[in-house]
């Protein structure tokens, strides 16, 4: 037993002060039960019991008919390409937009090892733009784009595009100057381009992590593409909204199975990608 | 030489992958800047300006950025007590079947991402912030039950053994032996945790979850783009405040 016996009780000199947190603790939370109409009663209730039961008994066995599956299949295949297409337009943005944000190619910085004041004040807006591309979630931005461009995977991959080409032009900067400086520097003092000096002085330095980066990156792209069809973006997101809202519960089961499968390979793949090239 | 070829035959698959990608979408992205669709688009784009701040919408934009709040507070909360009781199973605790199924649970439990588990709480709790509560409660639960059992593994074993050995039950001997170690990590995984659900709950709505999510969903679908822009410049502030929040914290206190 925890406590053996009142007078045991009284010698645990913290017990006093723990009480007091803990009902200062639900003072504060009992707001938040009641926003969130916390009330477990509603998952008893007879109806929604009914109806979730009725949805749960449909769980097993899992759709397996030729029609079904290779809908999924196509929908798998989808919903990696969402993926691959976006990141790959992602690069487009994020590339010129990490060479304009990062401190590593400052020319003012070669005298006093500091950029100039205006200099940085140049590059703040390109640092502003990168924290708003990815300040918005993908799914927000999917949700504006389906509503823009139409249903199906196009507002998937743009959502995708521009979220993580704020994500990654924020990362590739920061890379660029976490690598050592001198090369790009020597490089510019002797007069080249800053564009040379980003290839032959930043690039072959940088490339092993930018290119890790980038693979963790795609993979967490395809847990995102997931989940985009919620919106009407395609893939197997919009598969699986479909078969909950028909209470096809088998359905729902085999695309789950198929989504741990995918996220399990985009891992291993993206281990694999990384240990090869990086 | 054979690292080489190795690298070139990797480098020309993701470019033949790459390629793939875009054929099989069939996307026609030069459409996007073909004949009226640019304009079309722009028109759509400049319907959300100016964001309506009518004092009516601003109040019910706090309400739904503090239901948002309530949301991910609640439901991480929930998530650790959960996570709690089940990694006390996961970290073999209390015998090896009990170990690999409570695994098997948390697996589970954390490889369903957040707004599948919304649109599933949404046909057993019906819809609403409730909804949005379980499932994030739910996926965190897996997400912290591995953390905190990986904790609980890691944490010596000495001082719980040292109130065993005085005679101390084994409940006394985990609560002043062993909790103490690992409560500062539960603390400092669950916060982490919060910060990200907070930017999950803003989202979750668009199942039907409650919170802001679900107001920008709603006014989209009523074409109410000005009031969506207000919802969308709402979430903008609140990630950009838990960024600034938990980066102070982190520089206070780490």
Redesign the interface.
């Known amino acids: 037993?925890?406590?053996a016996s009142p007078a045991a009780a009284s010698r645990d000199p913290a017990a006093l002060p723990r009480l007091f947190i803990t009902v200062l603790a639900v003072a504060v939370?009992w707001?938040?039960?009641v926003?969130?109409?916390?009330?477990p009663a509603?998952?008893v209730d007879p109806r929604?019991l009914d109806?979730?039961s009725r949805?749960l008994a449909g769980f097993w066995p899992p759709e397996t008919s030729p029609e079904f599956l290779a809908l999924l299949g196509k929908a798998t295949?989808?919903t990696?390409?969402?993926a691959?297409?976006g990141l790959?337009l992602a690069l487009l943005l994020a590339i010129p937009l990490s060479l304009l944000a990062s401190r590593a190619l400052s020319v003012s910085a070669l005298l006093t090892g500091r950029p100039s004041r205006w200099a940085s004040a140049a590059r703040y807006p390109v640092r502003l733009l990168l924290?708003?591309l990815r300040?918005?979630?993908e799914?927000?931005w999917a949700?504006?784009f389906v509503?823009?461009?139409g249903l199906g995977?196009?507002a998937g991959?743009l959502a995708i595009a521009i979220t993580y080409s704020g994500m990654l032009g924020k990362v590739y900067a920061e890379i660029y100057e976490s690598v050592d400086q001198r090369p790009a520097r020597a490089l510019m003092q002797a007069g080249s381009s800053r564009l040379a000096a980003f290839f032959y002085g930043v690039l072959p330095a940088a490339a092993q992590e930018l290119m890790s980066y980038t693979i963790y990156r795609w993979e967490c792209a395809v847990?995102a593409s997931?989940?985009m069809g919620?919106?009407g973006a395609g893939g197997l997101?919009q598969m699986?909204?479909l078969s909950?809202r028909m209470f096809a519960g088998g359905e729902v089961v085999s695309i789950?199975l198929t989504f741990?499968v995918l996220?399990l390979l985009a891992d291993q793949l993206s281990t694999l990608?990384r240990r090869?090239?990086a | 030489m054979s690292r080489r070829l190795?690298?070139l035959l990797?480098?020309s698959a993701?470019i033949a992958?790459?390629i793939?990608?875009?054929v099989?979408?069939g996307?026609?992205?030069l459409g996007?800047f073909r004949g009226d669709?640019p304009e079309?688009?722009l028109s759509?784009?400049q319907s959300f300006f100016p964001p309506e701040t009518s004092p009516d919408w601003l109040s019910k934009i706090a309400r739904g950025a503090?239901?948002t709040?309530?949301?991910s507070?609640?439901g991480t909360?929930l998530a650790a007590l959960a996570g709690a009781a089940l990694s006390l199973f996961a970290a073999g605790r209390l015998g090896r079947i009990a170990k690999s199924l409570s695994r098997l649970l948390l697996n589970a439990l954390r490889?369903?991402?957040e707004?599948?588990w919304a649109?599933?709480m949404v046909?057993?709790?019906?819809l609403?912030?409730?909804a949005?509560?379980l499932a994030i409660a739910l996926h965190t639960a897996g997400v912290l039950g591995r953390l905190f059992a990986e904790a609980l593994e890691n944490t010596p074993t000495a001082p719980a053994q040292a109130l065993r050995d005085a005679g101390a039950?084994p409940?006394?001997a985990f609560?002043y032996g062993t909790l103490p170690n690992v409560m500062p990590q539960w603390v400092a995984y669950s916060l982490y945790r919060w910060e990200n659900n907070i930017?999950m709950a803003?989202?979750l709505g668009?199942?039907g979850a409650?919170g802001l999510g679900q107001m920008?969903?709603v006014t989209?679908s009523l074409f109410q783009q000005p009031r969506a822009m207000t919802v969308?410049l709402a979430?903008?502030i609140m990630?950009?405040l838990v960024?600034a929040l938990s980066a102070w914290l982190r520089a206070r206190l780490g």
């Open positions: 037993m925890l406590l939370l707001p938040g039960l926003i969130t109409e916390f009330a509603t998952l929604n109806v979730f949805f295949l989808e990696l390409a969402m691959t297409a790959a924290i708003l300040s918005i979630p799914i927000v949700l504006l509503r823009a461009v995977p196009t991959v847990r997931v989940i919620f919106v997101g699986i909204d909950i789950l741990l996220v990608l090869r090239l | 190795e690298a990797w480098s993701i992958a790459l793939a990608s875009f099989y979408l996307m026609d992205l996007l669709s079309q688009m759509y784009a503090l239901e709040l309530a949301i507070a609640i909360l490889s369903v991402p707004l599948v649109a599933l046909l057993a709790a019906g609403g912030p409730f949005g509560t039950g409940v006394a609560c930017r803003a989202v668009f199942v409650g920008l969903y989209l969308i979430m903008i990630v950009l960024d």
